[in-house]
């Protein structure tokens, strides 16, 4: 795949920094230079605790490639979120088992092109660094560097191909730089290589120029730059790189502590026979095993070395900062390695993080820009509607106990409105309970049930303790 309609000569066009760009740029590395710094840059804390100032993305998918943790703090948003794929439904409202195209021709690209897949493959490479772009591989008959003819597509079988990419893959953005312009300031051509982003071969990598309608941009936890967001691993980059250290000190010191060595202490007033070639060589054979005793005169053997160091206590403040700041609980993060798991309410303050992150993110930024995409060029039928819903599935199912405990709660709830609602049947008692929903009682069932006597006592106790709140108030 080549690029066939720009050449090296655009290169010198190819990025053009805006003044707002250039004076963020400025910023950002003046900030850089300053952290850490204490007593008029007397003391350089960065410096003394080996802190990269400013990682850049080659620094970030290093780490996310050969650090557990680092790879935990990309990956599991990523992960939870697309846990189950969202299901999407024409706004129109249609018979029972019936689709409309909308909904037929979706379904065809996640089955035939595993659309939610590369999605989720792209939501996870965005996180390594400040962006991640989805590239369509559009049926039109023209190059990536053209933009998408609609009128070449008829229908999802026009999608040949999905493929996500890393900003690291990027290598030049071309912006537009007009003012007037709908998408002034946004990338008009990402150049993309397009080989392995780890030079696996590189003797096939190329490069081509991809027009935007062809690239869906993924950037998440935006600040003042609708195009960069901020690299999940930047905010606890110190950390990681600190476990890092810590766990690699620990390894090393392992090994040598295991690796023991000997003290051998010759008495002042003996004499060596064979200028201690015996001795030597009992030492060697003991140390190499294939001796468990020595046989040594005159000398006193002491053991070098052998002490162990646990790094739990100076990785587990680490480990808080990650959680503290990503919101994954620590036993998450840890794995399961001491049976350990997250418990219920850890489970439920991660899960909300992940919901609001669906629907602040995930919904908007891949979901439905995709969908968009693909309708607006003719992959993807028009909804009937007008407009489709994103229901994403519930992150967690109760337990058979947490059921148990739900529809119990439910139980009471029916013992103290029940005299209040004639009309129910044993069939809709069992009902509510299984399900929380009343009945549609209608109002033949209703139409003789006395108004409520609010002087009544019985009525007061039930509002006294249904509303404990109210009755203190007043």
Do not use: C
Not at 166 to 180: F, G, H, K, N, T
Not at 214 to 225: Q, S, T, Y
Not at 254 to 282: K, P
Request: charged share 30%.
């Amino acid at each position: 795949m080549t690029d066939t309609t720009t050449t090296d000569s655009d290169d010198a066009e190819t990025y053009e920094l805006t003044a707002d760009e250039l004076a963020g740029i400025q910023m950002r590395t003046m900030l850089a230079a300053n952290l850490g710094k204490q007593y008029d840059g007397d003391r350089d804390l960065y410096e003394a605790f080996g802190w990269d100032e400013q990682p850049g993305v080659e620094d970030f998918y290093a780490m996310y490639l050969r650090h557990p943790y680092a790879r935990a703090v990309v990956d599991i948003p990523a992960t939870t979120t697309w846990r189950d794929p969202p299901t999407i439904t024409d706004s129109v409202e249609m018979g029972a088992g019936e689709t409309t195209a909308f909904e037929d021709d979706l379904a065809t690209l996640e089955d035939d092109e595993r659309l939610w897949h590369y999605a989720r493959r792209a939501d996870k490479l965005a996180g390594i660094g400040e962006y991640g772009v989805l590239v369509i591989g559009f049926a039109d008959n023209r190059d990536l560097a053209a933009p998408v003819d609609g009128g070449e597509i008829d229908g999802p079988a026009d999608v040949r191909w999905l493929r996500p990419f890393s900003q690291l893959s990027v290598e030049d953005l071309r912006l537009d730089d007009d003012p007037q312009s709908d998408r002034w300031g946004y990338p008009e051509y990402y150049r993309l290589d397009l080989g392995d982003e780890d030079d696996a071969t590189p003797e096939t990598s190329t490069t081509a120029w991809v027009h935007h309608s062809r690239v869906i941009h993924i950037a998440e936890n935006l600040l003042d730059d609708d195009i960069r967001g901020t690299p999940r691993m930047e905010p606890v980059y110190n950390a990681l790189f600190d476990i890092e250290k810590t766990l690699g000190a620990a390894a090393e010191m392992a090994y040598r502590g295991a690796d023991y060595g000997l003290a051998v202490n010759v008495d002042s007033g003996y004499q060596l026979e064979d200028g201690g070639d015996r001795m030597e060589q009992e030492l060697q054979e003991f140390m190499h095993g294939f001796s468990k005793t020595m046989q040594l005169e005159g000398a006193d053997v002491e053991q070098i070395g052998g002490n162990d160091i646990d790094p739990t206590p100076i990785i587990n403040p680490e480990i808080e900062a990650i959680s503290a700041y990503t919101g994954m609980p620590q036993s998450m993060l840890k794995g399961n390695e001491t049976g350990e798991r997250a418990t219920t309410e850890d489970r439920k303050e991660w899960y909300g993080s992940i919901a609001e992150r669906r629907e602040q993110t995930t919904t908007p930024i891949i979901v439905r820009d995709l969908i968009d995409r693909l309708t607006e060029y003719g992959a993807v039928s028009q909804p009937n509607g007008g407009g489709y819903d994103v229901a994403w599935p519930p992150l967690a199912e109760q337990s058979e106990s947490d059921e148990a405990d739900v529809q119990a709660t439910r139980a009471e709830v029916l013992q103290q409105v029940q005299a209040l609602l004639a009309g129910m049947t044993t069939a809709d008692v069992v009902e509510f309970i299984e399900t929380g929903e009343f009945p549609d009682l209608g109002a033949e069932s209703t139409a003789d049930v006395p108004p409520i006597d609010e002087a009544d006592e019985n009525v007061q106790d039930y509002y006294g303790s249904a509303f404990p709140e109210a009755e203190a108030d007043d």
